[in-house]
């Protein structure tokens, strides 16, 4: 079983849509949540954090439930230029040794 | 301004030639990491560093080998015992084991 999945998708959406990606990890141990957004041949850039009341910029809200070991990225009125592939990230720290772990992501397409 | 530099963009080597990828990072971040993406794949950990002196191998460390001598470099070798090592490869550093990550502009390697 890989340490972070995602569903790579891809969802294919309209504009104005609403759209919700979710992202299983396996170590309860894990400390800290990220989304990140990715462009064709380009490096990750973060989205936002996630945190444990949820958390919300703009019209992308996070969420992570720690007893189903899931986070959620939702996306309200979506844009043309949403179109990118998302990557659920999580953080493990142990010692002092952490180890930051990516899923596969979710590309999503917003069509006109 | 700050952030991390990988060099050079795109890289072509001979098969069973050893090459060098370049990290630095002015971000006095203390853990650095290297990670592998293939096409329409996630980002896989090859290594990472929390301090100088020191660094853990990810999923997929044969192959390859890293040293980190310097707080701000982070050099990845790719050597000819690895047997596909065409692929997009990503420097990243955190502040600490626990934050967000910031990303290079990644390095292009073809091995023909």
């Known amino acids: 079983r890989k340490e972070v999945e995602q569903d790579p998708g891809p969802f294919n959406v309209p504009e104005g849509a609403t759209v919700a990606f979710n992202c299983t990890y396996s170590?309860?141990?894990?400390?800290?949540f990220f989304w990140y957004r990715q462009d064709c041949r380009k490096e990750p850039k973060l989205l936002m954090s996630?945190?444990?009341s949820g958390n919300e910029d703009g019209r992308f809200t996070a969420q992570l439930n720690r007893a189903s070991q899931y986070i959620s990225l939702l996306i309200r009125d979506s844009k043309l230029s949403d179109s990118a592939t998302y990557l659920c990230?999580?953080?493990?720290?142990?010692?002092?040794?952490?180890?930051?772990?990516f899923g596969q992501g979710t590309t999503l397409q917003v069509k006109p | 301004d700050g952030g991390i530099t990988q060099s050079p963009k795109y890289l072509f080597r001979k098969e069973g030639q050893n090459v060098t990828l370049s990290c630095e990072q002015n971000?006095?971040?203390?853990?650095m990491y290297w990670y592998r993406q293939d096409p329409g794949q996630g980002l896989r950990l090859i290594y990472y560093?929390?301090?100088?002196?020191?660094?853990q191998k990810g999923d997929i460390a044969e192959g390859y080998s890293v040293s980190r001598e310097k707080k701000e470099s982070f050099p990845l070798t790719v050597t000819s015992a690895q047997k596909n090592p065409t692929a997009f490869y990503l420097c990243?550093?955190?502040?600490?084991?626990?934050?967000?990550?910031?990303f290079g502009q990644g390095t292009r390697l073809t091995v023909v």
């Open positions: 990243a550093s955190t502040r600490t084991p626990l934050d967000e990550a910031f």
């Open positions: 170590n309860s141990a894990s400390q800290s």
């Open positions: 996630v945190y444990s």
């Open positions: 990230v999580v953080n493990t720290f142990s010692g002092n040794t952490g180890k930051l772990i």
């Open positions: 971000l006095n971040h203390d853990a």
């Open positions: 560093s929390q301090i100088v002196n020191d660094f």
